[in-house]
């Protein structure tokens, strides 16, 4: 196996400065709360903030999980904070966002693995901003289906949920999770509200071969997914996996065609794309 340890040339992420970046630093900080962006080290972090947008983190920034890939902090959470619903409807108000993603460490040490939690800041962004699209990006809730129905029934547009990467990666990469239940939610949460847009994404580099990756776009089609997103893996620190393989932007392009033709209704598919990446745009997309 060769590992590539060197980034090649058009993995460019843009620096995070600039007054927007400082501003929402500021405010993040003064209602203590979280962004997956500053936890997971995302390399869009500079494009996305300096245009006001962020990706908010419910319940803490340690994960009972430790999944190879990611750089959140792994551990024992803390308690949740039953205020912190009400200071995240707050600050999409003061950001005054048309588009709003949110997502959890893992909470797998909670009866329902946080989706109250969820549903709870659903109802508070909805209070103090009523015109603003809600995203949630959610964890698999370890098969709990009921925790994953209130948050479907949540007043949430769009519901997300990584795959990450195909199935034969799952024990090296994603520890503690399941390839046919991500499936499986996919699929209620369209099942229960076939209005609710569903969102899938996956990172590459990892090992997968080509035709892993068209097989999982099958299946994703056949549960009804609706947007997929397509990245680079990068590797976070050197206790993590490595990358084996960097694609090059051709072949990004490539997989979004072969994923259009296989039925998602909207792709972004690209070195540096993440799971909120352009999330603003993809609601637009839908919508026309």
């Known amino acids: 196996m060769t590992v590539v340890r060197r980034h090649p040339e058009w993995i460019k992420a843009r620096a995070p400065v600039g007054e927007a970046v400082f501003s929402l630093k500021r405010l993040v900080r003064g209602l203590n ?64 966002l048309q588009h709003v993603v949110v997502t959890s460490v893992d909470r797998d040490d909670l009866a329902d693995g946080g989706a109250d939690h969820f549903a709870a800041t659903a109802a508070a962004i909805r209070r103090h901003l009523p015109g603003c699209s809600i995203e949630f990006l959610v964890p698999d809730f370890k098969g ?22 195909v199935p034969r990666l799952y024990k090296r990469a994603r520890a503690g999770a399941r390839y046919e239940r991500s499936l499986e939610l996919l699929r209620r949460a369209k099942e229960r509200r076939p209005a609710l847009i569903t969102k899938t994404g996956l990172m590459l580099g990892l090992g ?8 999982v776009l099958v299946d994703l089609v056949a549960v009804g997914c609706d947007i997929l997103t397509l990245g680079q893996y990068l590797q976070p620190s050197r206790d993590h996996l490595p ?46």
């Open 144 to 165: 709990r289906w009921e925790s994953v129905d209130t948050v479907v029934d949540s007043p949430i547009d769009i519901l997300n949920h990584n795959t990450e990467t």
């Open 33 to 96: 709360l979280h962004t997956v962006c500053e936890e997971a080290s995302c390399p869009n972090l500079g494009e996305c903030w300096s245009h006001g947008t962020a990706t908010f983190m419910l319940m803490g920034d340690v994960c009972t999980r430790n999944c190879g890939f990611c750089n959140v902090a792994h551990g024992k959470p803390g308690a949740l904070d039953p205020g912190e619903p009400e200071r995240v409807g707050r600050a999409i108000a003061e950001l005054k």
């Open 208 to 215: 997968e071969e080509r035709e892993e990756v068209s097989q």
């Open 243 to 288: 990358v084996e393989r960097y694609l090059h932007p051709d072949e990004f392009r490539a997989l979004k065609e072969e994923a259009l033709r296989a039925g998602f209704r909207h792709v972004e598919s690209g070195p540096l794309v993440r799971s909120s990446y352009h999330a603003w745009d993809q609601v637009q997309s839908l919508a026309r």
